[in-house]
């Protein structure tokens, strides 16, 4: 038995004083954090996360679920925690995320619940403490996709031209994302990161990274999540929608739907850059090739948005004529 793993079954024997339990792996993740479900003799599970301190922090994990939590959120509950050595003992959500789930059938149902969750969250969630979603930050997700998937990837050469486009566009949306209300973003709000459950759907997860940000981050995550698509017109009119009910809310005063609706699309090329890169560097930095299926239809979300705001036609136009092709050679 891995070292890791076997301190991890000791302390949840030993500090945890769990009885005899059966520990099997629960989940996959894009960091180094690992997770495991210890079920019980009588059934009941818990998940054991451990994160290794030397390339996880469990603190942000921890204080950020209180937040949640407080906020309205069915974030998990901590049971037991030993920050020192990376672990953790939570509240099992299940196995069945929005993922599995989503089917025209279900979507209008959880979404309704996942936004109504969102909601609660910008709204009652406090942010003066939060890290800042600023420009240096927005600007180096969008370097993401120059340097791990134009570069690393795909071995791109940028002109001059090229550059100047890319430049000009990755401004426009940080000015976009800086215009908006501030609010607690998640910052992977998405089908992945939701867990279908009997009480307070949804249960919430990976959220340590968690920000003041820019009010339509999460909801573009969540609307035009990079692992599952639906048609614009019903986006849109989830858009519409989340306009009133935050309106009404007091989180939009004076903005009127068509200005919220040029904020979500422009969010979505900054989310949609950044994620395309994150892909690209999870399959050569990390040997973890599964994401890079879900680049096209990340990409294939800028080309949307380039046919109805000019400001980003020419970055949809170069993914059209230069990425996109060359990720299909690759294929």
Same mark, same amino acid.
């Given at each position: 038995?891995?070292?890791?793993?076997?301190?991890?079954?000791?302390?949840?024997?030993?500090?945890?004083?769990?009885?005899?339990?059966?520990?099997?792996?629960?989940?996959?993740?894009?960091?180094?954090?690992?997770?495991?479900?210890?079920?019980?003799? +009588?059934?009941?599970?818990?998940?054991?996360?451990?994160?290794?301190?030397?390339?996880?922090?469990?603190?942000?994990?921890?204080?950020?679920?209180?937040?949640?939590r407080n906020a309205g959120l069915h974030a998990?509950?901590?049971?037991?925690?030993?920050?020192?050595?990376?672990?953790?003992?939570?509240?099992?959500?299940?196995?069945?995320?929005?993922?599995?789930?989503?089917?025209?059938?279900?979507?209008?149902?959880?979404?309704?619940?996942?936004?109504?969750?969102?909601?609660?969250?910008?709204?009652?969630?406090?942010?003066?403490?939060?890290?800042?979603?600023?420009?240096?930050?927005?600007?180096?997700?969008?370097?993401?996709?120059?340097?791990?998937?134009?570069?690393?990837?795909?071995?791109?050469?940028?002109?001059?031209?090229?550059?100047?486009?890319?430049?000009?566009?990755?401004?426009?949306?940080? +000015?976009?994302?800086?215009?908006?209300?501030?609010?607690?973003?998640?910052?992977?709000?998405?089908?992945?990161?939701?867990?279908?459950?009997?009480?307070?759907?949804?249960?919430?997860? +990976?959220?340590?990274?968690?920000?003041?940000?820019?009010?339509?981050? +999460?909801?573009?995550?969540?609307?035009?999540?990079?692992?599952?698509?639906?048609?614009?017109?019903?986006?849109d009119a989830w858009v519409e929608g989340y306009?009133?009910?935050?309106?009404?809310?007091?989180?939009?005063?004076?903005?009127?739907?068509?200005?919220?609706?040029?904020?979500?699309?422009?969010?979505?090329?900054?989310?949609?850059?950044?994620?395309?890169?994150?892909?690209?560097?999870?399959?050569?930095?990390?040997?973890?090739?599964?994401?890079?299926?879900?680049?096209?239809?990340?990409?294939?979300?800028?080309?949307?948005?380039?046919?109805?705001?000019?400001?980003?036609?020419?970055?949809?136009?170069?993914?059209?004529?230069?990425?996109?092709?060359?990720?299909?050679?690759?294929?």
């Amino acid at each position: 038995m891995p070292q890791r793993l076997q301190q991890l079954e000791q302390w949840l024997a030993r500090s945890c004083r769990l009885p005899e339990f059966a520990l099997a792996p629960a989940s996959a993740d894009a960091s180094f954090r690992r997770y495991f479900r210890a079920t019980l003799p +009588d059934g009941n599970t818990l998940i054991a996360m451990d994160a290794p301190p030397d390339k996880e922090d469990c603190r942000p994990f921890v204080a950020v679920a209180e937040r949640m939590r407080n906020a309205g959120l069915h974030a998990p509950q901590i049971f037991e925690q030993d920050l020192a050595r990376g672990f953790l003992l939570l509240e099992d959500l299940g196995s069945r995320s929005y993922l599995a789930a989503l089917i025209p059938e279900t979507v209008e149902s959880l979404y309704r619940d996942a936004l109504a969750a969102l909601l609660r969250l910008q709204t009652n969630a406090p942010v003066a403490d939060l890290p800042r979603y600023d420009r240096d930050l927005l600007a180096r997700e969008m370097g993401l996709f120059t340097d791990w998937l134009l570069g690393e990837h795909l071995g791109l050469t940028v002109s001059g031209e090229e550059q100047a486009t890319l430049a000009a566009t990755f401004e426009l949306l940080i +000015d976009n994302a800086l215009a908006q209300p501030m609010v607690c973003v998640h910052r992977d709000y998405h089908s992945r990161n939701l867990m279908v459950v009997g009480v307070d759907n949804p249960g919430v997860i +990976d959220f340590q990274d968690a920000v003041a940000g820019p009010i339509t981050y +999460d909801l573009v995550s969540l609307l035009r999540d990079c692992y599952v698509a639906w048609p614009g017109a019903q986006v849109d009119a989830w858009v519409e929608g989340y306009h009133r009910q935050a309106q009404a809310a007091g989180l939009l005063e004076g903005v009127d739907a068509a200005t919220f609706l040029a904020w979500f699309d422009l969010m979505g090329v900054q989310r949609h850059l950044k994620a395309a890169g994150i892909f690209a560097r999870l399959n050569h930095r990390d040997g973890k090739a599964g994401y890079l299926a879900d680049i096209p239809r990340t990409l294939g979300y800028i080309l949307e948005v380039g046919q109805r705001r000019a400001g980003v036609s020419a970055l949809a136009g170069y993914i059209a004529g230069q990425v996109l092709p060359r990720l299909a050679d690759r294929d």
